[in-house]
């Protein structure tokens, strides 16, 4: 059962209970803080019940931590990463979102999101979009068409400018990740392509006509900071909280929404906007 006495769990219980669940073991490191900080900003907008589409959710981990707080989620992911498509991974994880009640739709090639518009009151993209290589426009728009008037987008990605990254490039290191880890992943690269700061947050949600709701740096990265040093980074990233190490966003989708696909002619691009776009 994914209830305590009458009532669902609250999210600390919530994360202990999907550790326990959890199939791949070492996976979920609870000291990152990312699951309870996920189903905190959750619990802010939305009740139990709520219906939630969990997009790019991999194994499905974040996503059973909200099924078992009462939501009604559905998770889409191709399962395309090198270490999901090892030894039968795939379907560990498909068995184990199914075991916790979550709808899982598996992405194929060609074949188009399989959901009603306007049926969610929230879509999630946490830690995705630092993975495209094209713009995010044209899928975010498609995923709204998803969200009920008046729902909600809920974004998480890492910050391009948090205090980490800021001083490794004082002393001449990378803001990037790892070479090796590049240099020698199979196939085609699905680590991050570009990561974000506050001001590409308001310019998406300003593009995508969204009421800002919540944006702020979080902590989704905190077992990469151990000891004193996780005191200090907390107490200077409370201050200066652009240097937080991610950023969430939570933005609504006001009624009479519309997809806007082509910029706006006050929007200056790379090439004059009737080249790329046509008159």
């Excluded at 959710?57 to 889409?76: H, I, N, R, W």
């Excluded at 068995?95 to 979550?102: E, H, L, N, T």
């Excluded at 020698?184 to 800002?212: A, I, K, T």
């Excluded at 609504?252 to 082509?262: F, I, N, S, T, V």
């Amino acid at each position: 059962m994914m209830q305590s006495e009458n009532n669902y769990l609250k999210p600390e219980e919530a994360v202990k209970y999907v550790v326990q669940r959890f199939p791949l073991e070492n996976y979920i490191d609870v000291r990152s803080n990312s699951h309870l900080s996920t189903a905190k900003t959750v619990c802010r907008h939305l009740a139990p019940g709520a219906k939630i589409l969990d997009f790019g959710c991999g194994p499905c981990d974040k996503t059973a931590v909200l099924q078992a707080m009462g939501f009604e989620c559905s998770a889409y992911d191709d399962l395309q990463d090198a270490w999901h498509t090892k030894s039968e991974m795939q379907s560990r994880i498909l068995a184990f979102a199914d075991s916790v009640g979550i709808k899982f739709t598996l992405a194929r090639p060609g074949v188009d999101l399989p959901y009603s518009k306007e049926y969610f009151d929230m879509v999630i993209l946490n830690d995705v979009l630092e993975h495209f290589h094209d713009s995010p426009r044209e899928l975010l728009n498609k995923l709204l068409e998803f969200v009920k008037p008046g729902g909600l987008l809920l974004i998480t990605v890492p910050n391009a400018g948090n205090i980490r990254k800021r001083l490794v490039l004082l002393m001449g290191g990378t803001n990037y990740q790892r070479f090796d880890s590049f240099y020698w992943y199979p196939g085609q690269w699905r680590g991050h392509v570009r990561e974000y700061v506050r001001g590409d947050l308001l310019s998406l949600s300003n593009h995508l006509g969204l009421e800002v709701l919540e944006l702020h740096g979080c902590d989704q990265m905190l077992n990469q900071c151990m000891g004193a040093l996780r005191s200090l980074y907390i107490a200077v990233s409370n201050v200066m909280n652009g240097w937080k190490d991610s950023w969430t966003l939570v933005a609504r989708k006001p009624p009479g929404w519309k997809a806007q696909l082509k910029p706006p002619p006050d929007i200056k691009i790379s090439r004059p906007t009737k080249y790329l776009y046509g008159e």
